[in-house]
């Protein structure tokens, strides 16, 4: 019955909020997309979000699992991320939730 035990698997968002440097949001969507164009295995969609008018934001990046996350890290990852790191006005804030609804259109 493996259809079975799909349905009640869940996938898991890696969440992080943050706030950028003035004027520095656009550089970092940039790498962003480019650390998102890394991961292969489990990945299954990545969203950056925006408030307006601000340089605060939200990267949500979907997983079939943690462990599948954990191994889609790599050395291009972390140089990406090492580039990206003096963008940010703070460190940003981070944690795993795992999705419990996914309601797509009809």
Known sequence: MPEFFDFLKHKYAYVALG???????????????????????????AFLL?????????????????????????DSLHLIMKEMAHLFADAPVTDFYEVCSEIEPA
């Open 19 to 45: 706030e950028f440097k003035p004027g520095c949001f656009a550089e970092a969507q940039k790498l962003y997309e480019k650390a998102v164009s890394t991961y292969t295995t489990g990945f299954k969609g």
């Open 50 to 74: 925006q408030k307006p008018g601000t340089d605060q934001g939200i990267a949500v990046i979907m997983w079939d699992s943690i462990e599948d996350m954990e191994a889609n890290q790599n």
